[in-house]
């Protein structure tokens, strides 16, 4: 995304190997973002220190960096497989599937 909306900043951009790359953003009040394109999927995670975001920072942020041709969803996995590295951290994955 060449344009950053005026809620964040830009903080790094960086290439990942062949297949990857990402972006994070911070906004004033401490929520992060970070954007990727990963295995030719978007990823988003988006997180604050002190608090979850919120439904409305989520879906605006989703809405804000991501294409609106891709279908995005937040994946809960098996709970052998979950892992929680951050307490107020949420992921959204490109999904390819269609209903």
């Known amino acids: 995304m060449s344009k950053v909306p005026p809620l ?3 903080v790094f951009w960086r290439l990942v ?7 994070a953003y911070e906004a004033n ?19 604050h220190p002190n ?6 920072e989520i879906r605006d942020a989703r809405y804000q960096f991501i294409p ?7 994946i809960l996995p098996p709970e052998e497989e979950y892992v ?6 949420f992921h959204l994955w490109e999904i390819k599937e269609r209903w």
């Open 29 to 47: 009040d401490g929520l992060t973002l970070i954007v990727a394109i990963e295995d030719g999927r978007w990823h988003m995670s988006i997180a």
């Open 84 to 89: 929680n590295a951050h307490e107020h951290c």
């Open 8 to 10: 964040y900043k830009k």
């Open 51 to 56: 608090r979850d975001p919120t439904w409305i």
């Open 68 to 74: 609106d041709e891709a279908h995005m969803a937040m």
């Open 17 to 23: 190997g062949e297949s990857a790359s990402c972006s």
